[in-house]
């Protein structure tokens, strides 16, 4: 079954991994505090579908900069709607990539591990390289008129605020300099938090803040839904299940773990290595072995 045959629930709006991300961030506390370990199959399909995006990224962003050299006004509007949703989801899922980068490391840094910290910052290190090629397209793009790119830089400072934002509901213990984009900034939020009355009342209202922000300035449908359902997916089935029986929050989402994680993972594998046409017969998990160290077994 190819990606573009599944069915809506099977899909997932970039907006709706930045609500994902504030999951983890309000669970921070007790992913770090209590998860053993991360397990190895969640950690597989989060680098694999985080590869696969990335590489759909890099095509689109290279044909479309091909294609401008030899469009026409009329043919350059068009081209720029189109990739203007890439640029979008590009900007957009970076919270999430960042907030479960600094979750897996605070994890591991009380633990004195170094074994799922080494993928996620692969994967955000990946995600910088296409955030760079999307941010060089905002400004040296041919053909970009001056109100589009004014949208597009607001929505970036919205995401990175956002980060932040979720970055300050982690632990003190969590060192999450290098997944913010203000390490001060990420400090006053979490003072912020800590001098709430009611914590309660106040995520929700962020929580609230945070839907309509999405939604009122993003896309109508984002590039990769498929992939980014899979993205999730793949950290879901990272936590162990005793954290979704102690914690609301996660709970809810547990459906969504057991719909994903309980797949094959090989056979999920295969499937984005065919679709990237790259030859089934080497392991995409070889790839990435080269790309970071690991002190587990192979996953």
Known sequence: MTCNMESDWERMHARELVEFAAVLASNGPAIIGHAERLADSGLEQYWSASRCRQERWARSLKTFSYELQYANAKEMATRWEAIRHVLEEILTTEVLTRTWGAVCCGHEQQRGLDEASPVVRNVLACHLEARNRALNLMVYGHGLRVEEAVILNRMRRRNERWNDLLLGYLPNTADVAEFAFSAARVKEFAADRRASASPETAWSLLVASL?????????????????????????????????????????????????????DT?????????????PVDQPVWEGRAADVRRTRGSL
């Not at 498929?226 to 162990?240: E, F, K, T």
Request: proline share 3%; hydrophobic share 40%; glycine share 6%.
């Open 266 to 278: 090989q056979g999920m594998i295969e499937q984005l290595i065919a679709l990237e046409n790259t």
């Open 211 to 263: 839907r309509i922000a999405y939604q009122r300035q993003t896309c109508a449908t984002s590039p990769n839904e498929d992939l980014n359902r899979r993205v999730a997916a793949g950290i879901l089935a990272c936590l162990p299940g005793e954290l979704f029986e102690s914690t609301g929050t996660i709970k809810s989402l547990w459906l969504l773990r057991m719909q994903h994680a309980a797949s």
